[in-house]
């Protein structure tokens, strides 16, 4: 336990999912302006974006939110 007392937890996967599938979205509205962008690359973006929407979705992705108190503030 490492000296924590876990308080709370939540699964924050489908925020997770719906940030990717906003931003997704989003990029595909600014795509022209996104590409003339210097030092952004859309085609590793959008992979990125679209693997984390895929891997969330299947729920071989998950992510987890932890409240915890170290034993030395209870």
Do not use: H, I, P, W
């Given at each position: ?24 979205a ?9 590409e ?39």
């Amino acid at each position: 336990s490492a000296g924590f007392r876990v308080l709370e937890t939540e699964d924050r996967t489908q925020s997770v999912l719906r940030y990717a599938t906003q931003k997704l979205a989003a990029m595909q509205n600014y795509r022209t302006e996104l590409e003339r962008s210097e030092g952004f690359d859309f085609e590793l973006e959008q992979g990125y974006l679209t693997t984390v929407a895929e891997l969330s979705r299947s729920q071989a992705l998950s992510r987890v939110m932890y409240l915890a108190r170290t034993d030395a503030a209870a």
